[in-house]
């Protein structure tokens, strides 16, 4: 069911037997020179929508913009702070949960260690606040898609804009995939903070794009939907 799609009527009656919902985030990021800037949305909101194929289940509208600090500088990049994350993120789960929704996925195309911890600081103070009958739950896809793509994909250390993504893409949107970035592995000189990043991370690519295909971009997918999916049923079976 997808959120924006339905009617006032038709979500009305749905709502009565399905208590769950997907909410798809993603990010406006620079992803390498052959990437959508759309990438984390695109790949999460598609992949959230062929779940809905399969269990009973909402999908509310993607959440497009996100935490991004190694890509700031990027061109391209649009980034939100981890404090309006969460008051987003809040009053969604909020709203949905006044529209007598009780179960919240919150799955995150976009990777960021900062952006994920922002998201699970909101569910957690959801937990707090809401009714003891709601589940929360935050899920990063890119970790998944890392799970699932170990014995499909060849790069080592893969990552943003990698393998993986240009795999996905050129399977859910290949029109969006425009050639292939160079192989790079950034260096930051941690633990220092850098105002410059581009410096570090010219074309941001981590990875290899190069080893991307749309037959393991079709594999990757349906991992992920298939573990997505067993995660509904999770969330709706959970209780403490
Ligand atoms: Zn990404």
Known sequence: M?????????????ATKIKTVIIPVGSLEAHGPHLPLGTDTIEVYEIAKRVAQLVDVFVAPPLSYGLCRSTSKHPGTVVITGDTLRNLIKDIVKSLHS??????????????????????????????????????????????????????????????????????????????????????YPHFPHPLLTRNKRKYWKNAVWGNPHKASTKKGELISQLLINKISELVREIEKFKE
């Open 99 to 184: 529209n007598n929704l009780k179960r919240f996925l919150i799955i995150s195309g976009h990777a960021s260690s900062l952006h994920l911890a922002a998201l699970q600081e909101a569910g957690e103070s959801l937990l707090e606040e809401l009714p003891s009958d709601v589940n929360i739950a935050v899920v990063s896809a890119y970790a998944l898609a890392q799970e699932a793509a170990s014995e499909i994909c060849e790069t080592e250390d893969d990552s943003h804009a990698g393998e993986i993504e240009t795999s996905l893409i050129l399977h859910l949107k290949p029109h969006l995939v425009k050639g292939r970035g160079k192989e790079e």
């Open 2 to 14: 997808i959120l924006e799609e339905l009617s006032m009527k038709e979500f009305e009656k749905k």
